[in-house]
Nanobody, 126 residues
Framework: QVHLVESGGRFVRAGGSLTLSCVAS????????MAWFRQAPGKEREYVGI????????VYSHSAKDRFVISRDNAQNTVSLQMNSLKPEDTAVYYC???????????????????WGPGTQVTVSS
């Protein structure tokens, strides 16, 4: 498994921007698909976006598309989530997750990922 630690979560006003970071250790980073998930109070954890390990290709949820950008640096073992035009409904704990890359398609289910960070809180006020 990969050890993951997120950082960067904080309070931000609606319309603002924020970048979250996740540092990985304990495995060959480029072998892993990296994903960001989030969980709001009282709701299930949902995927935000995924970045493939080998190609760096990305996919985003409908709510994140056109506002969020995932990038990874395989040399630094980091993956980032840049969030723009933040809305109050983006308030959640954001988690970094890793899955060994085995196929070319994107896995969006929580159950597919076996390494998780502790999460970082993002609060967006109106």
């Amino acid at each position: 498994q990969v050890h993951l630690v997120e950082s960067g979560g904080r309070f931000v006003r609606a319309g603002g921007s924020l970048t979250l970071s996740c540092v990985a250790s304990g495995a060959t980073f480029s072998d892993y698909d990296m994903a960001w998930f989030r969980q709001a109070p009282g709701k299930e954890r949902e995927y935000v976006g995924i970045c493939k390990g080998s190609s760096g290709r990305t996919v985003y949820s409908h709510s994140a598309k056109d506002r969020f950008v995932i990038s990874r640096d395989n040399a630094q073992n980091t993956v980032s989530l840049q969030m723009n035009s933040l809305k109050p409904e983006d308030t959640a704990v954001y988690y970094c997750a890793a899955k060994l890359e085995t196929r070319s398609w994107f896995y969006t289910g929580v159950e597919e990922y076996d390494s998780w960070g502790p999460g970082t809180q993002v609060t967006v006020s109106s």
